[in-house]
């Protein structure tokens, strides 16, 4: 075992992205294609993940040089949308996101339209809720984007009582190439340290605003993307493209 520095992990996490650019870069590019035509059919590309995997949707919207047609459905609307309680939402005894047969009640919180594609985010993909929602999703005819870990996934029962798993809903799979349990490097002892999905995520998830971004300026679309305050007139043009989408993105 390598003797743990800062440096080891550098060289582990960067081994880590060469082989997910090598391995997923065709299935980055295919979730790209699905998500830049539903923003060429007005639609949305809704996002989604529970617990660390929330992490994903807050790196894609609301900054600066994010698309904005990405909208990110949060666990926490039930609560905010009064669904359930905080008290339940919180229950130690019943974890929320372990949970079945509640995404219905998620997504028709949301405007949601046919044409708009779903991309669903979990290092286990074994969880109820997450899988609920893509099953949900799915059946509304909605094309669906999975990001899991497949050696985590592929060791684990799953906890839905269809005995599904997430990757088996996705149209589109994108292995975030990380190890079972998300810690990446050894300590010598039983634990390990240094969970890795969170890095693997934000760059899956601007490699694909990059993409996305390259197939709608080759089609000759406009980019819904918020500009930064130091491009003139950016306030304006921020604010009429968040009003175009005003009601499905918030």
């Known amino acids: 075992m390598k003797k743990l520095t800062m440096d080891v992990f550098y060289e582990e996490a960067l081994s880590l992205i060469d082989t997910l650019e090598t391995q997923e870069m065709k299935h980055m590019v295919k979730a790209s294609e699905l998500c830049a035509e539903t923003i060429k059919n007005d639609g949305i590309v809704h996002i989604f993940g529970s617990g660390h995997s929330v992490g994903f949707g807050a790196e894609c919207t609301g900054r600066a040089g994010s698309l904005v047609p990405f909208h990110m459905i949060e666990t926490s609307d039930f609560v905010t949308k009064g669904l359930t309680t905080l008290a ?24 949601i339209r046919p044409q708009d594609v779903f991309i669903i985010i979990s290092n286990s993909g074994i969880n109820g809720l997450v899988i609920d929602l893509a099953i949900t999703a799915k059946a509304k005819g909605h094309k669906i984007i999975v990001i899991t870990s497949m050696q985590h996934t592929l060791a684990e029962p799953s906890r839905h009582p269809s005995g599904k798993k997430l990757y088996e809903l996705g149209d589109v799979v994108i ?17 390990k340290i240094c969970s890795v999905s969170s890095i693997t995520g934000i760059y899956i998830a601007q490699t694909l605003t990059v993409e996305i971004c390259r197939i709608l300026a080759q089609d000759h679309c406009d980019i819904p993307i918020l500009l930064s305050e130091d491009v003139p007139g950016y306030d304006r043009f921020n604010k009429e493209l968040l009003e175009k989408y005003k009601g499905r993105i918030n």
């Open 175 to 191: 292995d975030n190439c990380g190890p079972r349990g998300d810690a990446l490097l050894e300590t010598g002892e039983i634990e």
């Open 88 to 111: 339940d939402f919180k229950n130690p005894d019943d974890n929320f996101e372990r949970r079945p047969n509640i995404a219905h009640k998620l997504y028709d919180l949301y405007p």
